[in-house]
């Protein structure tokens, strides 16, 4: 039923975006005739109403169970064979909100959810708010929401990743005789902090919006029409010229629950704006005070990874020395040290982020092999000598402890001038930051959100220092959210 609904919703927003641009029925039915739809267009009509009957059915079923969440983002499609007009005689771009619901857990109750007005005695835009019931969080209590624990190896959690990365590379990209300890690696893993419980998500897509969420008050009409689709609302608001009274009598109230609304760092930027402006409003569904807003963890990894763009290859000086991140970038991508030096894009970077590391931890092991014996001048020499895997861990914790050591290095970067190995500490920090960004992809892509959050301090920093200063705030807002607003049965 659900798959249905959502081929439903997206076949009907295609047709919608096409209707729109397009004032050819013969181009019209030719479309579909080709995708084997139909050839009339009054059948095709026929076919998109019935469908969008069933799928707002079943959008307002599960909207009114209040036990869902929603994402949305824009979409700009690019509508090249359409017909200019007088209105728009050029731009054949078009600006969409694309809008899609996400159940809970199963184990997730109407009551974990309804702390709408807790959160609205504690908002800093409620002007009625007490101040002492306002939470004001220092870096010491965030520092603190995941503490060490010791471990036998005497390694911190981090330098466990590190250490066991390490050793993930070697198996996978080092000589074959590595590949032996790929079970060994898989069951001496870095471990869980906080792991999500693996469940089957569906999804439920709603109708694209035709207007994009680039500003608060575009925001506010995703928003209203979002969960108007959904069937939530006030009944006695007679304000909302859009609806009648008859229809409003069959929207449900959200009486105390929230809503979670997920989206990119401008997306929240821009709902926040909207409560703020909104909160002088008299009820709790015109002050929108039930919206919670929760950040999108893929566009966190963007971040993360123009992060390290804007460190290692954005400054002039990431070319004085033939030791820098665009010297091993002309290695690998050759032909694509222009566009990676001026704008290289989130997929792009990713890779040389992924590559780069790579044979960069890989020449660390053949150094540490090298130093055990000065017979293994390569890893290839090394397999021969047939480690065992205690060797191999104990290599790598090794490796991590001089390398990945934050006291060691800043005593390192205190010493004068003349006895310092500039080229070897960018090297190591570079090295730092690649291991922050892999343990930030291994969390997200195993549901470890302890290990997501625990990653969050270091890259506030980062971010501030790079000038990514927005999002180092967002994150630390959402550290204080979680840990100490919102109760614990909305975490």
Excluded at 355 to 383: E, I, M, Q, Y
Excluded at 409 to 423: I, N, S, Y
Aim: aromatic share 8%; net charge neutral.
């Amino acid at each position: 039923m659900h798959s249905s609904n959502r081929r439903c919703n997206a076949f009907q927003s295609a047709v919608g975006v096409f209707l729109q641009s397009c004032n050819a029925p013969e181009t019209l039915r030719e479309l579909l005739a080709h995708m084997g739809v139909s050839v009339a267009t009054t059948t095709i009509n026929s076919a998109i109403k019935s469908l969008s009957k069933e799928a707002d059915v079943a959008i307002r079923h599960l909207g009114q169970s209040l036990l869902v969440s929603y994402a949305y983002d824009n979409l700009d499609v690019d509508l090249k064979h359409s017909i200019p007009t007088a209105e728009n005689p050029q731009d054949t771009l078009a600006h969409l909100s694309t809008i899609t619901m996400l159940p809970y857990h199963p184990s997730i109750k109407l009551e974990s959810l309804s702390y709408s007005q807790e959160l609205w005695e504690k908002c800093r835009h409620n002007l009625n708010a007490r101040p002492q019931d306002i939470p004001s969080v220092t870096f010491d209590q965030l520092h603190s929401i995941y503490p060490e624990e010791s471990h036998p190896s005497g390694l911190t959690r981090r330098q466990r990743f590190g250490a066991w990365k390490y050793l993930v590379d070697l198996i996978e990209f080092g000589p074959p005789y590595f590949r032996k300890y790929k079970l060994e690696c898989s069951k001496h893993g870095p471990g869980t902090i906080q792991e999500i419980p693996l469940t089957k998500t569906s999804q439920t897509p709603l109708r694209a919006n035709n207007i994009s969420p680039s500003t608060v008050s575009n925001n506010a009409v995703v928003l209203e029409d979002m969960f108007r689709q959904a069937g939530i609302g006030d009944p006695t608001d007679r304000d909302d010229e859009d609806q009648d009274f008859a229809s409003k009598e069959q929207l449900r109230e959200l009486g105390n629950s929230v809503v979670i609304v997920f989206g990119d760092l401008l997306t929240g930027q821009h709902v926040r704006s909207l409560l703020e402006s909104r909160s002088i409003e008299p009820t709790p569904w015109r002050r929108m005070q039930f919206v919670v807003f929760g950040m999108g963890l893929f566009h966190l990894k963007m971040a993360c990874a123009d992060a390290i763009w804007r460190v290692f290859i954005r400054p002039n000086s990431s070319t004085s020395d033939t030791n820098t991140l665009m010297e091993h970038v002309s290695q690998i991508r050759p032909k694509e040290t222009g566009k990676i030096s001026s704008k290289p894009g989130f997929r792009r970077m990713h890779k040389v982020i992924q590559h780069v590391g790579t044979v960069s931890r890989l020449d660390v092991w053949r150094l540490a092999a090298t130093k055990v014996n000065s017979a293994h001048v390569s890893l290839d020499d090394f397999a021969k000598s047939e480690p065992t895997w205690e060797q191999l861990e104990a290599m790598a914790n090794d490796i991590i402890t001089r390398n990945g050591n934050r006291k060691q290095f800043g005593r390192r970067r205190l010493h004068p001038d003349a006895k310092r190995d500039k080229q070897l500490e960018n090297t190591i920090l570079r090295e730092e930051y690649f291991l922050l960004y892999e343990e930030m992809s291994h969390a997200l892509n195993n549901g470890d959100i302890g290990r997501v959050e625990a990653c969050f301090l270091p890259w506030i920093f980062i971010f501030s220092g790079c000038g990514k200063h927005k999002y180092a705030t967002e994150m630390r807002r959402h550290l204080e959210n979680i840990h100490f607003v919102y109760p614990k049965p909305l975490r």
